[in-house]
T-cell receptor, first 116, second 111 residues
Framework: NAGVMQNPRHLVRRRGQEARLRCSPM?????VYWYRQLPEEGLKFMVY????????ESGMPKERFSAEFPKEGPSILRIQQVVRGDSAAYFC??????????????FGPGTRLLVL | KNEVEQSPQNLTAQEGEFITINCSYS?????LHWLQQHPGGGIVSLFM???GKKKHGRLIATINIQEKHSSLHITASHPRDSAVYIC?????????????FGKGTKLSVKP
């Protein structure tokens, strides 16, 4: 069973361009989470999705950022008109759906975004 | 003040030593996670607990809900344990993905 996959692993963009980060959850996992780790800072929650639904986006910046998890295909985190402050490591995690809502999350290797 | 505080920030140990990393939080929680971030950046979930104690190999995690405190212990430490250890909490009433993270404890185990 392959783990959580993220691509690309490294992404370089110029200011004003768009960045698309992809996350394929573990097989059988229907919950996806996105986290951001700024340089020299801790992880921060961004968004929690289930298939075709955004469950909690309270950590997403109000502008330029969006996320989706379609019925088919990977989850996408999209950053429009990137700025230097978006440079960070973006981690995706997934978990299965079970009763109780307390599930171990499995993390992907992350995408390192560098905005020039 | 951060809602999740870890101590120490940095820890250097000799191989074989018993290690303790502490996590204190100031909010009501429904779960607490311990994560390990390798030098290459990859993150592994070590434990998720809401009460008591869990053990996996040489790792032990405990939580005291009344004192809002958790500890991660590593017995017989080894250089391969060198990593950043991160405590994260799920606030009571929050969604299961909405975790608040500590800044991490950087552990270096010398041979």
């Amino acid at each position: 069973n392959a783990g959580v996959m993220q691509n690309p692993r490294h992404l370089v963009r110029r200011r004003g361009q768009e960045a698309r980060l992809r996350c394929s959850p573990m097989k059988g996992h229907s919950h996806v989470y996105w986290y951001r780790q700024l340089p020299e800072e801790g992880l921060k929650f961004m968004v929690y999705l289930q298939k075709e639904n955004i469950i909690d986006e309270s950590g997403m910046p109000k502008e330029r950022f969006s996320a989706e998890f379609p019925k088919e295909g990977p989850s996408i985190l999209r950053i429009q008109q990137v700025v230097r402050g978006d440079s960070a490591a973006y981690f995706c995690a997934s978990s299965p759906q079970r009763a109780g809502g307390h599930e171990t999350q499995y993390f992907g290797p992350g995408t390192r975004l560098l905005v020039l | 003040k951060n809602e999740v505080e870890q101590s120490p920030q940095n820890l250097t140990a000799q191989e074989g030593e018993f290690i303790t990393i502490n996590c204190s939080y100031s909010v009501g929680i429904s779960a607490l996670h311990w994560l390990q971030q390798h030098p290459g950046g990859g993150i592994v979930s070590l434990f998720m607990l809401s009460s008591g104690k869990k053990k996996h190999g040489r790792l032990i995690a405990t939580i005291n809900i009344q004192e809002k405190h958790s500890s991660l212990h590593i017995t017989a430490s080894h250089p391969r344990d060198s990593a950043v250890y991160i405590c994260a909490v799920r606030k009571y009433g929050g969604s299961q993905g909405n975790l608040i993270f500590g800044k991490g404890t950087k552990l270096s185990v010398k041979p």
